[in-house]
T-cell receptor
Framework: QQPVQSPQAVILREGEDAVINCSSS?????VHWYRQKHGEAPIFLMI?????EQKGHDKISASFNEKKQQSSLYLTASQLSYSGTYFC????????????FGKGTKLTVNP | EAQVTQNPRYLITVTGKKLTVTCSQN?????MSWYRQDPGLGLRQIYY???????DKGDVPEGYKVSRKEKRNFPLILESPSPNQTSLYFC?????????????FGPGTRLTVL
C-alpha cells in the first residue's frame, strides 16, 4: 500500500519553513525520506525506525508517530538548494523488506 | 569512491528484444534493489535482494527478472520488453540485510521501448 504524501506541491520564499507529511494505512516498521533533483538520483535524508531510532542529516528533522502511522519532515529556514521532490518510503511491520514510496512532494524555493 | 554504477545510462530498444541493465556497488552492501520511476507515480520497487542468491518481488515485478550471484552485482533483465516498460530505472544498495538503513542510489538508466 503506497503511503500518501501531502501536500503534493509547495512554493516557498527563501528562509520560510515547510512541513511535508506522509501517512500509511498499515503499521510501520520504518519511514524513509529522500530528496530528488530533476533527472538525478534520490538522495538520502533520514530514516525513522519503530521504537524511536533516527538516522539522518543534522540539518533535517522529522517525526514518526507510530500509533498514527504518520511521519512529518520539517524543513526550516529553507534555502534555494532545498528545491526538489521529496519522497517518503515506508516499510510495514510483518517481515517483508519491501520499501514502498509515496508519489512525492514538489518543493520550490524562490529567492 | 563509494558508489553504485548502472549501465547503460540511456537505452532505446524495440519491443521484444531482450536486454540487461547492470548494477554494481563497491561498498560491500548486503541489500540491493531495483526501482522504476514514472511521472506522477513516484518510485516503485521492482525486485530486491537481501543477500547473495536471495531475491524477492517488490510491487511491480511483472516483466522483469533479476539475479544475485555475486554480492556486488544485481542485474535487471527484461526478457521481452514492451512499451509500458519505458521508464527511468534506479538501482540502490544498503549496508545491511534489513531495510532499516540508508539506501544509496545509482545514477539511473533511462529506457525507451519502441
Amino acid at each position: 500500500q503506497q503511503p500518501v504524501q501531502s501536500p503534493q506541491a509547495v512554493i516557498l520564499r527563501e528562509g520560510e519553513d515547510a512541513v511535508i507529511n506522509c501517512s500509511s494505512s498499515k503499521a510501520l516498521y520504518s519511514v524513509h525520506w529522500y530528496r530528488q533533483k530533476h533527472g538525478e538520483a534520490p538522495i538520502f535524508l533520514m530514516i525513522l525506525l519503530k521504537g524511536g531510532e533516527q538516522k539522518g542529516h543534522d540539518k533535517i528533522s522529522a517525526s514518526f508517530n507510530e500509533k498514527k502511522q504518520q511521519s512529518s519532515l520539517y524543513l526550516t529556514a529553507s534555502q534555494l538548494s532545498y528545491s526538489g521532490t521529496y519522497f517518503c518510503g515506508t516499510v510495514t511491520q510483518g517481515g517483508s523488506e519491501k520499501l514502498v514510496f509515496g508519489k512525492g512532494t514538489k518543493l520550490t524555493v524562490n529567492p | 569512491e563509494a558508489q553504485v554504477t548502472q549501465n547503460p545510462r540511456y537505452l532505446i530498444t524495440v519491443t521484444g528484444k531482450k536486454l540487461t541493465v547492470t548494477c554494481s556497488q563497491n561498498m560491500n552492501h548486503e541489500y540491493m534493489s531495483w526501482y522504476r520511476q514514472d511521472p506522477g507515480l513516484g518510485l516503485r520497487q521492482i525486485y530486491y535482494s537481501m543477500n547473495v542468491e536471495v531475491t524477492d518481488k517488490g510491487d511491480v515485478p511483472e516483466g522483469y527478472k533479476v539475479s544475485r550471484k555475486e554480492k556486488r552485482n544485481f542485474p535487471l533483465i527484461l526478457e521481452s520488453p514492451s512499451p509500458n516498460q519505458t521508464s527511468l530505472y534506479f538501482c540502490a544498495s544498503a549496508p545491511r540485510d534489513r531495510i532499516g538503513d540508508t539506501q544509496y542510489f545509482g545514477p539511473g538508466t533511462r529506457l525507451t521501448v519502441l
